[in-house]
């Protein structure tokens, strides 16, 4: 409502500015200060409605999935939304708990744990995102035996048996490999076959 009534006072002041006659002396320092006070109004609405508009965009993105507030900057950033004015809002998010860069670790983490990924592919990816290295510290912290036995697991959905041959071995762990697990949990995994 407000929006539509900006706008057609702007359409009445450019047609007015059109059709009327020049005054003279101070009466045209008077128009021409109202008419710029018409237009910063203007201006601030159309700030106003950028804002809501990057929340709207912002919470539907959020209403699918959690994000990283990374994640939500560069979307909103895509959507054509100023960069300044993204960070502001998806902070604006955080404080109200709509967006939590721990939930959106612990969510991530989860999920690319039960695909069969690695610590280090999990790490690189959250680091792609932007988030921190404290909130991967927190959500990655399973021990040796847990990635062993996942990386196990990836092998065995993979693979459906532990490597007999060499070539086999060099498969399998050039497969663990690519999926983010380090050297010391492959030969844990796999066996030692040098």
Not at 75 to 94: S, T
């Amino acid at each position: 409502m407000i929006r539509s009534e900006k706008r057609a006072n702007l359409r009445l002041l450019r047609h007015s500015d059109l059709t009327a006659s020049l005054p003279e002396g101070d009466a045209v320092n008077e128009n021409q200060s109202v008419a710029e006070e018409h237009v910063i109004e203007l201006e601030g609405a159309s700030e106003i409605d950028r804002s809501f508009e990057a929340k709207q965009i912002a919470m539907r993105a959020l209403a699918n999935r959690e994000h990283s507030r990374g994640e939500l900057v560069q979307k909103l950033a895509r959507k054509g939304i100023d960069r300044d004015l993204a960070c502001a809002v998806v902070a604006e998010l955080a404080d109200d708990g709509l967006q939590s860069e721990g939930r959106f670790v612990e969510s991530f983490v989860r999920s690319r744990i039960e695909r069969g990924y690695g610590p280090i592919l999990i790490r690189q990816e959250l680091r792609q995102r932007e988030v921190g290295d404290d909130h991967i510290d927190e959500h990655l912290t399973h021990d040796h035996a847990f990635w062993t036995a996942r990386a196990s697991r990836a092998v065995e959905k993979r693979f459906k048996a532990l490597p007999e041959t060499r070539d086999e071995w060099g498969r399998q762990a050039r497969y663990l490999s690519r999926r983010g697990f380090p050297a010391e949990l492959i030969y844990a995994s796999l066996g030692d076959q040098r």
